[in-house]
């Protein structure tokens, strides 16, 4: 894998070790690491994102006050209800909750948190899809109102594109960095054919569709996610098939992996895919509860996670959406817990250092 794999921006990292402000919130005692000794950590578990206590500052005096008063500085209740799709830059994570069907916003740099799709004629009935251009336009797939909302990344809405003539059931957006192709993931209903991929220029003109019902290359059945690759590359999660299918910018098929399993590198029940700066793509399952990774050859090459009956550190419950951020963080939501957890991705001094804790424990045993 190429160093820029391991490569994270420190700037951002300080932002987001700051996330737990709040004196009342315990930091987790980790290290938990993925993959575990002998071999070398490549990723750490770093925080989870589930109330304006993990990311708001609170002042001494605020706090000290709250100490004495055995009352709670900052909110720690959750803001989402039903976090699903993410998406991720600069310190703003955007989740689309469709238990209160709005976008709740962690602002890092700002440390607050925020909504939107309240208000008409952007007012969300079920946000499905997230996507994210390099302008930090947010594109919001909406399953029941059959159309895709885009806002700019402060929550304005800016226009809609397609609509109830095109889409059944939309329930996933992917969009080219420079935002002029957009994705719009239709799984329709069970007993539809129109399971596809519509494809729509920047002004919201309808220019291509991809694929129809069934399983060959090419074909889907309940298409629910997709991603953009830095190079163009599309890739859709084909969740019927069991599978995720790679296109060009032309949309045509150039290749597909996976197989239903109980193995690593099969699906179960995926849900969310992202792809990151190198290319990499990231697979969450709800069956399995984490998410694998794989390179642009289909090679697996990391699965973190693990189903549980309680909420802890790299266990889940029922995970959904996932994205990755500029510095190489991973986000992942997980519906039944009610939380954004954030892993990091480790340096190679990192990792070296980890891993040699890690044996000298194992000595002093």
Known sequence: MPRSFYLIFPILALLLAGCSTVEEKKPFDGPLSWPQPPDQPRFAYETELRSIADVAFVPEEV???AKLTGTSA???Q???DKPSSIVARNGKIYVADTGSNTIVVFDVPSRKVYRFGIREPGNLKEPAGLAMDEKMNIYVADSVRRTVFVYDGFGLFLRMIGGPED???PTGV????DGERIYVIDRSYNDSEN?????YDKEGKKIQVIGSRGNGDGQFNIPIQGAVAPDGTLYILDSGNF???????????????GNPGKEFGNFGRPRGIAVDDDGLIYVTDASFNNFQIFNPEAQLL???????LESHPGEYGMLNGIAVDETGRVYVADQLYNKVEVIRRLTDEEGEQMLKEAQQKEKAK
């Open 63 to 65: 706090s000290i006050r």
């Open 174 to 177: 992917a969009v080219s960095r």
């Open 195 to 199: 399971h596809h991929v519509l494809v």
């Open 74 to 76: 900052v909110s720690d």
């Open 302 to 308: 990391l699965a973190i996670g693990q189903s549980s």
């Open 167 to 169: 889409l059944e059931r």
């Open 78 to 80: 959750p803001v989402t």
């Open 243 to 257: 599978r995720i299918q790679a296109f060009d910018k032309e949309g045509n098929f150039l290749r597909s992996f």
